[in-house]
């Protein structure tokens, strides 16, 4: 094992973040480039790194100093991307997987950082962690390009759960508010309910009761409701923060990744259909390489679980180095401006403002 002390943070007290190494596509390999570009831009962080011991220490021997950074420790079993969730959980308990959640319950690490599967990480996670207070269903953030100033628009629930009543969208309203305020600075997040239009007789009953209670909170929890969006409002800069259920949440974020994919194969073809489109292609290179850049998903991977007590983010499973690179990143920042702790207060505060609302309107109309 490393000594994680060997090198003096920049700020004191070093953020220690903890990583499964085991369960993402790349392998062991792009965990640990990631690691490594994290570490060369923020001498603040420190690492405990969790899975084939033999393995990762044969990737650290080549970055010494990322390895005087890390602790290694051994785990014998790996969560595989095709086991389901309560298979997970009964015979998971000696993977990297629960190794790296444990870190965090315990208190050895600020943060928890795994590319493996969704539904265990969410489910183990839950389990060690537990549910913040009045949080019945936590939620899997995501950032999306967009035209805003900051680029990019945060979506919740994009799969934790596939239902969600109008207190769940509730709370996800005040904590996707929360993860805009400390992930991206906004001091007042507008937010929007994903509907089917935006006018306000539209939707089902859930989403109109939704709405109701989101715009009670929304001026005592420091954010701005907008209403109903929908989906082309998503990338646009109409609102900083989409709020709706898992089922929904998650078909929308397919279908943009397969458009995205789609696009960007006809281009290419059409780019190589005849010699002055070949031309063409290489006159833009530069302009082609700045659109390829700005849309790159490895800049924005890693999905963070809201309404936990501490800070998990899921890394997508085929993430390279660079997408590694770039959860981490998202996570130490997280890490550093107590997210996991400003986000409980202010579901609790949202959750006693609605309270009361509802409370002297139920008196009112007796």
């Not at 095709?82 to 993977?95: E, H, I, T």
């Not at 920042?333 to 609302?357: H, I, M, P, W, Y």
Request: with cysteine; aromatic share 4%; charged share 20%.
């Amino acid at each position: 094992m490393a000594n994680t002390q060997n090198r003096t943070p920049r700020g004191g007290t070093p953020t220690v973040i903890s990583i499964d190494a085991m369960g993402g596509d790349a392998g062991v390999k792009a965990v640990i480039g990631g690691m490594a570009k994290s570490a060369n831009k923020n001498p603040d962080i420190r690492f405990i790194v969790h899975g084939d011991e033999a393995e990762i220490d044969l990737h650290l021997k080549r970055k010494p100093e990322l390895a005087a950074i890390t602790e290694i420790r051994a785990a014998q079993d790996v969560v595989s991307m095709d086991d389901k969730p309560s298979a997970a959980l009964r015979s998971g308990k000696k993977s990297s997987m629960w190794a790296a959640i444990a870190a965090l319950k315990t208190g050895e690490a600020q943060a928890t950082v795994s590319c493996g599967n969704t539904g265990a990480l969410m489910a183990m996670s839950t389990i060690q962690l537990r549910k913040a207070p009045g949080v019945a269903r936590p939620a899997i953030a995501i950032l999306w390009p967009s035209t805003n100033k900051q680029e990019y628009n945060i979506l919740l629930d994009a799969g934790a759960d596939i239902k969600a009543d109008s207190e769940d969208l509730l709370k996800y309203a005040i904590m996707g508010a929360s993860y805009a305020r400390n992930g991206m600075g906004l001091a007042q997040p507008r937010v929007g309910l994903l509907n089917v239009g935006t006018e306000e007789f539209k939707g089902r009953a859930e989403l109109q009761d939704a709405a109701k209670l989101i715009g009670t909170v929304a001026t005592s929890s420091d954010f701005e409701f907008v209403g109903f969006v929908e989906g082309s409002d998503i990338p646009s800069d109409r609102v900083d923060v989409i709020v709706t259920d898992g089922f929904t949440g998650n078909i929308a974020l397919k279908t943009a990744e397969g458009t995205a994919t789609q696009v960007s194969d006809w281009l290419k073809v059409a780019l190589k259909n005849t010699v002055f489109s070949r031309i063409g292609a290489l006159l833009a290179l530069g302009t082609l390489r700045r659109l390829k850049n700005r849309i790159d998903p490895r800049k924005v991977n890693g999905g963070v679980f809201l309404g936990l007590n501490g800070t998990v983010v899921k890394s997508h499973g085929g993430a390279d180095a660079t997408g590694v690179s770039a959860a981490i990143k998202l996570t130490f920042s997280l890490a550093q401006n107590d997210f996991s702790e400003k986000l409980t207060a202010r579901v609790a505060s949202g959750l006693a403002v609605s309270t009361d609302v509802l409370s002297n309107s139920e008196e009112a109309s007796k």
